[in-house]
């Protein structure tokens, strides 16, 4: 029969690990923007765009992977007749920044021709990449195109002249997860806003 032994010592290194602290309770993590502040947010912005979209055939445009928990609730906030589509792009990015070129990696499944198009993001960050996606959805015969992010991370910003329509928050210049938003694919699960404090532990 396997037989497993545990030293006394490996029972004492575990048990700080183990502590109380869950992907949640994370010590890396300082929360920065709350589950309650962001469903009290989310209520405004929908009520805001419910108002502003009235008259409109609202199409909302969700950019993967980051928007998926923003948009879904975002749209149960918006008290309209609407439908969804989703889209994917990588943007090479070099070691410094990203550079503003885009691939399409999915594409909407509906034209927008005639439609108003509300593109739901994550966080804008540079720009470069919402700038190019906006100028791609720009040549395809939409009514309008406007611009919403749950974040604005607006000092890293190289596309000044990128208007954001409706906005979460505004955020400082730090690495921040949680609510979809992720470090290397981990935290998108965390119902809260956190900054990371050492991203090399992320
Ligand atoms: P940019 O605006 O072209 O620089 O790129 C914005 C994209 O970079 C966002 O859609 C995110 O995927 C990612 N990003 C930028 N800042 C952060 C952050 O603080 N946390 C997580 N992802 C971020
Ligand atoms: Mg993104």
Do not use: W
């Amino acid at each position: 029969m396997l037989k497993i032994e545990i030293t006394k010592t490996e029972i004492m290194t575990a048990e700080p690990m183990l502590g109380d602290a869950t992907e949640f309770t994370n010590h890396n993590l300082e929360v920065l923007f709350s589950e309650k502040q962001i469903a009290e947010r989310i209520r405004e912005l929908g009520a805001e765009i419910t108002r502003d979209y009235a008259k409109d055939d609202l199409v909302l445009v969700s950019v993967l992977k980051g928007s998926c928990v923003f948009l879904a609730d975002l749209m149960r906030a918006i008290d309209l007749r609407l439908t969804i589509d989703f889209m994917s792009v990588s943007s090479y990015k070099n070691e410094l920044q990203s550079s503003g070129d885009v691939e399409i990696l999915k594409d909407l499944s509906n034209s927008i021709r005639g439609k108003d198009v509300l593109v739901v993001e994550d966080i804008i960050d540079t720009g470069l990449t919402l700038s190019r996606l906006l100028d791609i959805l720009g040549s395809r015969g939409a009514n309008s195109i406007k611009l919403a992010s749950f974040l604005d991370k607006p000092e890293p910003r190289i596309k000044k002249q990128l208007k954001i329509d409706y906005t979460g928050f505004v955020v400082p210049n730090k690495f921040v997860v949680g609510y979809g938003l992720d470090a290397a694919g981990r935290y998108r699960n965390l119902p809260f806003i956190a900054v990371v404090k050492d991203p090399s532990r992320a």
